[in-house]
């Protein structure tokens, strides 16, 4: 696990961040914002990047929803920075700016943020037993610790295996992604092993509710880690993500929150974006939240607040 100090950061930007009490947070996997083979035009491109149409696309959905928080999935290690200097320059400035790049060094995490930053975590370490050996998490676990209002939270974004079969024995990866889930799942128990815990789990579980790994990422009915928010567009539906190989929409997008942060939550359910550019710009749609953070009070200030580990 790297650790690195926001303030040690070189982020090339003087913006003063948002000192807001009321801060949005948004989970997007921007389909392959990087160099891959795709079908551009009705065409085959041997490694190509993003097209302009659905870059442009993408920053206008961001531009819209315009998150103070921002967790992204499948964003090459070049191109971070890339969105970052497109959107400042029309008016959305993130001065924090974070990238693991994990065991695929090509789809990664990251996290844009405007509110204050204690601290990031580079969680490549974590392991779990597949069949005969130990493999890695393939995308790892991206970790951010924000201040606000006094108040110090988590925030982790993920990016399970997809439901591609690399072993014949675990048909659509079923059992790869349930172990991913568990070890991020262990990481946490062992951090907060009395469910003290104030976090946000934000990303693309490639599975859907009732699945082993959105079972491990919950938690024991008796012991729960973490609550799945409801998610809903404009008109109540309620996926995030549409397989035009499959011709099927399904819902394998998540927030899920700690119990300790449940009461920050302004409404009970999360929204999805559908404007007209959401699905030009990627196969999913940018889910977001809004939390609240009055100013603290007497049992606020009781709280160690910053030696979370």
């Not at 920053?59 to 920075?81: C, H, K, N, S, T």
């Not at 659509?172 to 951090?191: F, M």
């Not at 789990?201 to 599975?207: F, K």
Request: glycine share 6%; hydrophobic share 45%; aromatic share 10%.
């Amino acid at each position: 696990m790297l650790r690195i100090v926001a303030l040690l950061l070189g982020l090339g930007s003087v913006a003063t961040p948002v000192q807001a009490e009321r801060v949005r947070v948004a989970s997007y996997n921007v389909r392959n914002y990087l160099v891959t083979d795709r079908q551009v035009d009705g065409e085959w491109r041997f490694a190509y990047p993003k097209p302009a149409v659905e870059v442009a696309a993408l920053q206008r959905v961001i531009l819209e929803v315009r998150p103070d928080v921002l967790a992204l999935q499948e964003i090459g290690p070049a191109y971070l920075r890339e969105l970052q200097r497109d959107l400042a320059a029309q008016g959305l400035d993130y001065p924090y700016t974070f990238q693991l790049v994990a065991d695929d060094e090509d789809r990664c995490l990251a996290v844009l943020a405007r509110v204050p930053v204690v601290e990031a975590r580079l969680h490549r370490d974590l392991r779990f037993r597949y069949f005969e050996g130990e493999i890695p998490v393939k995308r790892g676990l991206l970790e951010v610790e924000f201040l606000v209002r006094g108040v110090s939270w988590h925030l982790f974004t993920f990016h399970l295996k997809s439901r591609l079969t690399e072993d014949a024995r675990d048909p659509d990866s079923v059992l790869r992604r349930g172990g991913e889930a568990e070890a991020v799942a262990t990481l946490l128990r062992e951090r907060w092993p009395e469910g003290q815990g104030r976090f946000i789990l934000l990303g693309d579980a490639n599975d859907d509710y009732r699945s082993p790994a959105l079972e491990h990422l919950r938690g024991p009915a008796l012991a729960p880690l973490a609550q799945p928010i409801p998610a809903r567009d404009s008109r109540g539906e309620v996926w995030t993500y549409f397989s035009n190989w499959a011709d099927r929409y399904e819902r394998i997008d998540y927030a899920l929150l700690s119990a300790r942060l449940q009461p920050h939550l302004v409404t009970p359910d999360a929204r999805l974006f559908d404007g007209p550019d959401s699905m030009l710009a990627s196969d999913h749609r940018l889910l977001f939240l809004d939390l609240q953070f009055p100013e603290p009070s007497v049992a606020l200030e009781k709280e160690t607040i910053l030696t979370d580990q």
